[in-house]
Nanobody, 118 residues
Framework: QVQLVESGGGLVQGAGSLRLSCAAS????????MGWYRQAPGKQRELVAG???????RYADSVTGRFTISRGNAQNTVYLQMNNLQPEDTAVYYC????????????WGQGTQVTVSS
């Protein structure tokens, strides 16, 4: 069993910053990609940022230049530094991890709310 635990969400004023963290634990042989999706009310879930085990990153156009994704030294944690937050960034943010055991399975965190006030 694999668990992803997120932290760091909350309420922030526009132009403020937050840092999200996500830690994976359980029966893990290795983790390939990790990252973050978000879902705003009435909208589809969308990719925010992802990072491979080799450090290659990708970002949604809407967050490029404002958000930075990174992984911890143990490779089972992922962080999302969010700067210059805007009201349109308000959403539930979900961490994911592509975990390799016998096969590769994508696991999800429970979600953390980020609310940006104008």
């Amino acid at each position: 069993q694999v668990q992803l635990v997120e932290s760091g969400g909350g309420l922030v004023q526009g132009a403020g910053s937050l840092r999200l963290s996500c830690a994976a634990s359980g029966s893990i042989f290795s983790i390939n990609g990790m990252g973050w999706y978000r879902q705003a009310p009435g909208k589809q879930r969308e990719l925010v940022a992802g990072i491979t085990s080799g450090g290659t990153t990708r970002y949604a156009d809407s967050v490029t230049g404002r958000f930075t994704i990174s992984r911890g030294n143990a490779q089972n944690t992922v962080y999302l530094q969010m700067n210059n937050l805007q009201p349109e960034d308000t959403a539930v943010y979900y961490c994911y991890a592509d975990v390799r055991t016998i096969s590769t399975t994508t696991y999800w965190g429970q979600g953390t709310q980020v609310t940006v006030s104008s």
